[in-house]
């Protein structure tokens, strides 16, 4: 990577996903970063949240942004992916893309040596519903979750696999103006189970605007730190 002061994007065909990966500015692969996995919504791929990283911090972490593995047509010219299937509510589909998406962790995991314990998950919509399905039973391996306009798809089997530790921060962002009641009984239901989630409502719809980005890239700091504080200015990516 260089002396480049732009972030590096990799596009890798991994054994369960295909996937980018977003280096840090100045990247040094002699040193261990944190890790942050960043899974977007239904319809979009794994391009839709990458020009997050460099709103969180273009020094100091690697990102992983996998596309969902389901395709979806979207119009005749246009394919997304999903997580599981439009309308199905089937939860082994959910199983499934989780175990996509652990395997694929494990694969970045080796390759850039990142430790358990120093590795946030965000996801969006769909995404964020994988988050809670990956993250929650694993304390151990993801430092926190963050849970953007999205709800925990199937409580039931949720409760079941709860770790005994339930001090695992969790931040949840969630609009006003879309159906907020997934994210209430989301909130509630971790409440009830022994969490303390971090909940905010906004005035907005189905999207992550400017006002949640502001409560959200400190609390990421907060809970994951950089490996380096930023001393240089943010700078945009170089996608392939």
């Not at 199905?88 to 199983?95: F, G, Y």
């Not at 906004?202 to 719809?205: I, N």
């Given at each position: 990577m260089g002396t480049s002061k732009t972030m590096q994007v990799e596009t890798v065909q991994g054994e369960n996903l295909v996937y980018l990966t977003l280096y840090p500015v100045d990247y040094d692969p002699s040193l261990s970063y944190p890790l942050v996995v960043m899974l977007h919504g239904f319809g979009?791929?794994?391009y839709d949240l990458a020009s997050l990283s460099s709103v969180i911090g273009a020094t100091g972490y690697i990102y992983v942004c996998p596309n969902a593995p389901i395709p979806v047509q979207l119009e005749p010219q246009m394919v997304g992916f999903a997580w599981s299937a439009p309308g199905?509510?089937?939860?082994?589909?959910?199983?499934n893309a989780e175990n996509r998406i652990l395997?694929?962790?494990q694969e970045v995991l080796e390759k850039h040596s990142v430790a358990p314990g120093r590795i946030l998950m965000l996801g969006f919509s769909q995404g964020g519903s994988m988050t809670y399905q990956c993250g929650l039973g694993r304390p151990d391996l993801f430092a926190g979750l963050v849970a953007l306009?999205?709800?925990i798809r199937d409580q039931d089997g949720m409760r079941e696999r709860l770790p005994e530790?339930?001090?695992q921060p969790i931040f949840i962002a969630h609009g006003s103006y879309d159906n907020i009641e997934r994210a209430e009984s989301s909130r509630d239901f971790l409440l009830i189970e022994g969490y303390d989630p971090d909940y905010h409502e906004?005035?907005?719809?189905h999207e992550i605007n400017q006002e949640v980005l502001e409560d959200l890239v400190p609390w990421i700091h907060g809970v994951l730190p950089p490996l380096q504080s930023e001393s240089s200015p943010r700078s945009g990516l170089i996608l392939p």
């Open positions: 979009a791929n794994m199905s509510n089937d939860p082994q589909q959910l199983v395997g694929m962790l306009s999205c709800s530790e339930r001090s906004y005035r907005m719809g």
